[in-house]
T-cell receptor, first 116, second 112 residues
C-alpha cells in the first residue's frame, strides 16, 4: 500500500461548489503539506502543518482552507470553487522530529481537480 | 526571496543520449538543493539532493553538483533510457525555512 494516499484522484465540479480533498499517510510523519501544480509554474505551497495544532498559510492560501484531523490526515477544502482553481493538487509529508528528521518530502499521487 | 530557474522544455532525446537539465537558483545563505522526478500519473519523488557547496548528489545514474560560485545544480545522465521519461523539478530549501521552492519543471521524453 502507498504511504501517502489522496482521494479522490480525479474530480470535476462546478463553480461555487464546496470541495474537499483528503490526504492520509502511514509514514508517521508530523509535517504535512498541500501544493498545487500548474503547467509552467511548478509546485506552489497552499498550506502546511507541523502537527495537529499547528497549521500555517503558504504562498497561495486564498480561497482554500485546511483541517488536520489527526497526525495522519490533512484535508484541503475549497469553500466555493472557481475555474482558476483547476489544477493538480499534491499532498506531501516530511519527518520533522526525532531520529528521522529529513529534508526529503514524500508526495501522494495527486488529485486532478477541474472546476467548470 | 528564494527562486529556482530551470531550462524550459520539453526535451526529447533518443535512448542512450546524454541528458543535461540546467538549474540555477537565487537564495541567501546556504540552501539545500534537490531534484525531484514525476513519472506519468504519479506524485513527485526525490531523485537526489545536495546540502552544501561542492557536494554531488547521485541516484539511478543521474548526478548533480552543488556549485555555489555559479549558483547552479545542473542534472546530468550519461545514457538515458525510455523509462527516464518524466518531469524533472529542481528545488531548494533554505536552512532555516520550512518549505521547498520549486522550479517550473522540465518534461523529458526519451524515444526508443
Amino acid at each position: 500500500d502507498a504511504d501517502v494516499t489522496q482521494t479522490p484522484r480525479n474530480r470535476i465540479t462546478k463553480t461555487g461548489k464546496r470541495i474537499m480533498l483528503e490526504c492520509s499517510q502511514t509514514k508517521g510523519h508530523d509535517r504535512m503539506y498541500w501544493y498545487r501544480q500548474d503547467p509552467g509554474l511548478g509546485l506552489r505551497l497552499i498550506y502546511y502543518s507541523f502537527d495537529v495544532k499547528d497549521i500555517n498559510k503558504g504562498e497561495i492560501s486564498d480561497g482554500y482552507s485546511v483541517s488536520r484531523q489527526a497526525q495522519a490526515k490533512f484535508s484541503l477544502s475549497l469553500e466555493s470553487a472557481i475555474p482558476n482553481q483547476t489544477a493538480l493538487y499534491f499532498c506531501a509529508t516530511r519527518p520533522g522530529l526525532g531520529r528521522e528528521v529529513s529534508d526529503t518530502q514524500y508526495f501522494g499521487p495527486g488529485t486532478r481537480l477541474t472546476v467548470l | 526571496g528564494n527562486s529556482v530557474t530551470q531550462m524550459e522544455g520539453p526535451v526529447t532525446l533518443s535512448e542512450e543520449a546524454f541528458l543535461t537539465i540546467n538549474c540555477t537558483y537565487t537564495a541567501t545563505g546556504y540552501p539545500s538543493l534537490f531534484w525531484y522526478v514525476q513519472y506519468p500519473g504519479e506524485g513527485l519523488q526525490l531523485l537526489l539532493k545536495a546540502t552544501k557547496a561542492d557536494d554531488k548528489g547521485s541516484n539511478k545514474g543521474f548526478e548533480a553538483t552543488y556549485r555555489k560560485e555559479t549558483t547552479s545544480f545542473h542534472l546530468e545522465k550519461g545514457s538515458v533510457q525510455v523509462s527516464d521519461s518524466a518531469v524533472y523539478f529542481c528545488a531548494l530549501r533554505r536552512s532555516n525555512d520550512y518549505k521547498l521552492s520549486f522550479g517550473a519543471g522540465t518534461t523529458v521524453t526519451v524515444r526508443a
